[in-house]
């Protein structure tokens, strides 16, 4: 426990960073990168067929861009980072000391994306003729690109805590960004952005644009795209699949919570609904329901909710793989805090040793290092709950089963800490178990 903790005791530290990521992948992935790839199509439609309608709907569709990119997806881009630095302060700066110039380097690259935008929008009535008009076009084609190369840096900082690769062994920075992962997950989140933003614009375009000369070739242009995405993101989504860890593939019916059969069934119906939805917008989009549109919408969103809470669960123990456990201990360090007490070695802890006068208060800072990152006291889930769990447990029975809970329940890191220690932690957990709420 290098720094101090900061504890969100009843909705829980890992539910605070999930929901800012979600919304931020909703945006970045949907409206940053998907929907910036299709307003630029709608533009260069518009220009082949002349339809002044359809292009000032792109300038619409690009003020919406501009508005919510640079507002909740700007707020919670650095939410995450803010959030993720203070409730996992050991990984960032693992990962800060390893892709300290990638980091540099994304942010040079979201200036410049941010400034095409502005160029695109504001430039949009008066690059509107002959050669101008082409101008603006690459402007837009300057955009989305810049707008994939955002994601491309951060995929590859992402993909390394689920497959460091060789650089366990090298410690090299390329080895870390050219991951095994690195290429299909990029891959996959780039059809998947389109996808995503053809989902979430469908039922606004289904429902505020009437004028059908203009609605049916947006529709058009939203039905080509998707014959494109979908399959590709099939294809790279078992790519990915194949290339992430053994025991990482086995949690992710687990990290949902649900019961495989469950699990199963709504994914294919979900996925079902995504295939009749684009041969209905392809093939009859004049007639498209408006309940499949609003149906697909949801879908998608559930869909990059469930990706996300999949995606940081599946590397439990670790949070980097094989290098760093979820509660920011490393591998490594593991064997020396056993032998000399993981509070002797925490740089933050008020006591260093337990003795039987503090160790309820030693077994409360134990916690707060090594089971803060998932567990809660209380809190609205309960099975992360460790007063519901431990209930009418006797301390004896938490005594025994700390050192092998990680074999037990293969998604724990292990306890690491002297004898002591695991006295310690067992009597505080008795004691917020058993205390009268």
């Known amino acids: 426990m290098n720094f101090p903790t900061v504890e969100f005791p009843w909705f829980g530290n890992g539910n605070i960073v999930a929901i800012i990521a979600i919304i931020h992948v909703l945006i970045s992935h949907g409206v940053a990168i998907g929907a910036t790839a299709l307003v630029v199509s709608s533009e260069y439609y518009a220009i082949v067929t002349k339809n002044e309608k359809l292009d000032q709907l792109a300038k619409q569709l690009t003020k919406w861009i501009l508005i919510i990119t640079t507002t909740v997806g700007a707020m919670t881009g650095v939410g995450i980072w803010f959030s993720t630095t203070v409730i996992q302060p050991d990984s960032i700066g693992s990962l800060l000391r390893i892709f300290f110039w990638a980091w540099v380097a994304e942010w040079v690259v979201f200036v410049l994306e941010v400034v095409f935008l502005l160029i ?34 951060i995929t590859g900082i992402l993909a390394a805590k689920l497959t460091p690769g060789r650089w366990v062994e090298t410690l090299s920075f390329w080895n870390a960004f050219f991951n095994p992962t690195y290429l299909p997950s990029l891959g996959f989140r780039t059809f998947l952005s389109i996808m995503l933003a053809i989902a979430l614009f469908t039922i606004f375009v289904r429902l505020f644009v009437k004028d059908e000369e203009v609605r049916m070739p947006l529709l058009r242009i939203f039905s080509i795209w998707g014959a494109i995405s979908l399959p590709a993101t099939v294809v790279l989504g078992i790519w990915y699949l194949q290339s992430i860890p053994d025991q990482a593939a086995k949690l992710i019916v687990w990290s949902t919570g649900l019961p495989e059969k469950t699990f199963d069934v709504l994914n ?32 998608a969103i559930g869909f ?110 292990p306890f690491v800490g002297t004898k002591e220690e695991v006295e310690a932690l067992a009597a505080y957990l008795y004691k917020v178990a058993n205390e009268e709420k």
Not at 127 to 148: D, P, Q, T
Not at 277 to 297: N, T
Not at 346 to 371: F, L
């Open 304 to 413: 990059i909710g469930e990706f996300e809470v999949v995606r940081e669960s599946i590397r439990k123990p670790y949070i980097i793989y094989n290098y760093m456990y979820v509660n920011g201990i490393t591998a490594v360090k593991a064997e020396e805090m056993n032998r000399d007490g993981y509070l002797a070695h925490s740089t933050v802890a008020k006591i260093k040793k337990v003795t039987e006068k503090n160790k309820v208060e030693a077994g409360r800072e134990i916690y707060q290092g090594q089971c803060l990152a998932c567990h809660t006291i209380d809190g609205w889930r309960s099975k992360r709950a460790l007063a519901n769990r431990l209930k009418g447990w006797p301390q004896q029975s938490i005594e025994s089963f700390i050192p092998t809970m990680h074999q037990v329940r293969p998604m724990m890191p």
């Open 120 to 153: 695109y929008y504001y430039t949009w009535e008066t690059w509107k003729e002959g050669k101008a008009k082409r101008k603006h076009l690459n402007v837009g084609i300057m955009l989305a690109v810049f707008s994939w190369l955002t994601m491309s840096i």
């Open 268 to 299: 294919m119906i979900a996925f079902a609904l995504i295939i009749v939805f684009l041969f209905w917008l392809a093939i009859r989009p004049k007639k498209l329901p408006i309940f499949l549109s609003l149906a697909v919408f949801m879908s």
